[in-house]
């Protein structure tokens, strides 16, 4: 980080930036209006760039609107004109002629109009942010990040795990480690007054990479293995069996985890079964190395009986038969 310099051998030269005018919201996101002012006062440069939206924080702040994530939106788009006009600034100078020699010595491309493009581009990308809902209790919060203290799910509403559909919730095991951008309260009183644990979830916001690496282990299961027999993209229940959401033992697993497999039913993979390589599961119990993680081929058909669901097929095997 560069630092302001005002006295000394350095006195009369021009001041620098303490952080850099392009990245202001990042800094902005991790102090508060009253941290903000007393920054203002210790550098011109931040006096500059900190001014407009200090006072967009304090009127935010006058109006109660406290907590960072109710004037964000706010925030962000002032942040980000900001940062568009300074790469418009760059593209625009004009630079005086310069000698072969001095070409020879630049350093990199001048600024260009497809430069600033380029940079909106990649700003309005790291500033895109995709929020969610979980239920506060399931997790060990931590700055910057979320733990899950045990199975549990990421859901685009307050609703219960078993009201959501498939596709508006993501399955998260225990232990896994969520980076988080920013975590809030639900302020929305729909979400808060859907039952009576509205209250005890927050919101929390995540990069699109995070939740697309959620979306792509949709659907995948976990096996012990000398419990089946492979045939290919097929494999057998050779005794009565579960799948697992985990590797952990069925034991450990609450219901919602677990899907009971009867002896002689086959399972539909979308691709054979995989060694177990994800991080928080290989180091779970002795006996990981004999589970297998497979990802089903179609939906599976259930029926509950106590607090379980019992595999009896595929949806599609249901939608053919009555096709016939």
């Known amino acids: 980080m560069m630092v302001t310099v005002s006295g000394g051998e350095y006195a009369g030269r021009e001041l620098l930036d303490v952080w850099p005018r392009g990245d202001m919201y990042r800094l902005l996101c991790m102090v508060q209006a009253p941290t903000a002012a007393r920054l203002l006062a210790g550098s011109k440069g931040l006096q500059r760039d900190l001014e407009d939206p ?3 924080m304090r009127s935010n702040s006058l109006t ?3 907590e ?9 788009a002032q942040q980000a004109m900001a940062a568009l006009e300074l ?6 100078q004009v630079t005086p002629p310069m000698s072969k020699a001095e070409e020879a010595e630049v350093v990199g491309p001048l ?4 430069g600033a493009w380029e940079e909106l581009r990649t700003m309005e990308a790291a500033l895109h942010t995709e929020m ?12 910057g990040k979320c733990v899950s203290k045990k199975g549990t799910w990421l859901k685009r509403t307050t609703q219960f795990s078993w009201e959501v559909k498939e596709a508006h919730k993501l399955y998260i095991p ?6 988080v951008l920013q975590i809030g309260q639900v302020t929305d009183q729909v979400e808060i007054k859907r039952h009576e644990w509205g209250g005890q979830h927050l919101r929390v916001w995540l990069k699109p990479p995070i939740v697309r690496s959620l979306e792509q282990r949709r ?4 096996v012990y293995w000398p419990h089946w027999e492979d045939d290919g993209l097929q494999i057998v229940a050779a005794a009565d069996t579960w799948l697992k959401r985990t590797t952990q033992m069925s034991g450990e697993l609450q219901p919602f985890e677990l899907i009971y497999v009867p002896r002689g039913m086959a399972i539909k993979l979308a691709r054979e079964p995989e060694a177990v390589d994800e991080q928080w599961e290989k180091a779970r119990h002795a006996h990981v190395h004999q589970h297998r993680k497979v990802i089903l081929g179609a939906a599976p058909l259930t029926v509950k009986q106590d607090k379980y669901d019992i595999f009896v097929g595929h949806a599609e095997d249901r939608l053919y038969s009555m096709r016939r």
């Open 64 to 66: 109660k609107e406290e």
């Open 68 to 76: 960072p994530q109710k004037h964000e939106h706010a925030l962000e």
């Open 174 to 179: 225990p232990g896994v480690v969520m980076p």
């Open 132 to 143: 969610r809902y979980i239920y506060g209790p399931d997790w060990e919060v931590k700055p």
């Open 219 to 222: 659907g995948t299961w976990f």
């Open 54 to 56: 200090l006072a967009l």
């Open 111 to 114: 600024p260009t109009w497809q």
């Open 87 to 92: 790469a418009l600034a760059e593209a625009s």
